[in-house]
């Protein structure tokens, strides 16, 4: 097949970012919806049908490169308009999502007849509160490690958006 008709690697992360919250977005129960125009650093909206039906908004980003600021946490640099849009006081709650993935594309999802695994993890982080910032083009966020997307992490997310407490 013709390398040629294939979308580029940066739309492949993308779309396997998304792929990664739906995955766990439906494990746990919930709707994963994709809006169709995203003004405001919006990729993903997840809501849930029990109690007070609550949200989470969510900008999804892809790297094969983190830059590590110890054990604990790594950064990772967010365009400017992203990290306004994030931290701002909104009705719903915003993270921000990003997929780390092997460096070589062979490698991002393995395959047998007992599993599909997308590879590496996804972490996530709130940047409501944050402050201004003087930079012009991206802001090194720091996301801990601890993070990590997980249906456990979801539930517990959406459970403190339930409760209208910050996440």
Not at 23 to 35: F, K, M, Q, T, W
Not at 121 to 142: F, H
Request: aromatic share 6%.
């Amino acid at each position: 097949m013709s390398g040629d008709n294939l979308i580029d690697p940066k739309k492949r992360m993308e779309e396997l970012s998304v792929a990664y919250v739906h995955a766990v977005a439906s494990h746990c129960g919930y709707d994963a919806n994709r809006p169709q125009v995203d003004h405001d650093s919006v990729d993903i909206i997840i809501k849930s049908s029990a109690g007070k039906k609550p949200s989470i908004d969510v900008q999804l980003k892809a790297t094969t490169k983190i830059g590590a600021n110890g054990p604990d946490s790594f950064s990772f640099p967010l365009p400017i308009k992203n990290y306004d849009d994030l931290r701002g006081d909104n009705i719903n709650p915003r993270i921000l999502i990003v997929l780390c993935m092997p460096s070589q594309q062979d490698d991002w999802i393995m395959h047998t007849t007992d599993e599909l695994a997308l590879r590496k993890c996804a972490y996530w982080v709130s940047l409501r509160g944050l402050p201004d910032t003087t930079n012009k083009e991206s802001v090194s966020i720091n996301i801990p490690a601890a993070n990590a997307f997980s249906p456990q992490a979801l539930n517990d997310l959406m459970q403190k958006a339930d409760r209208r407490e910050d996440l």
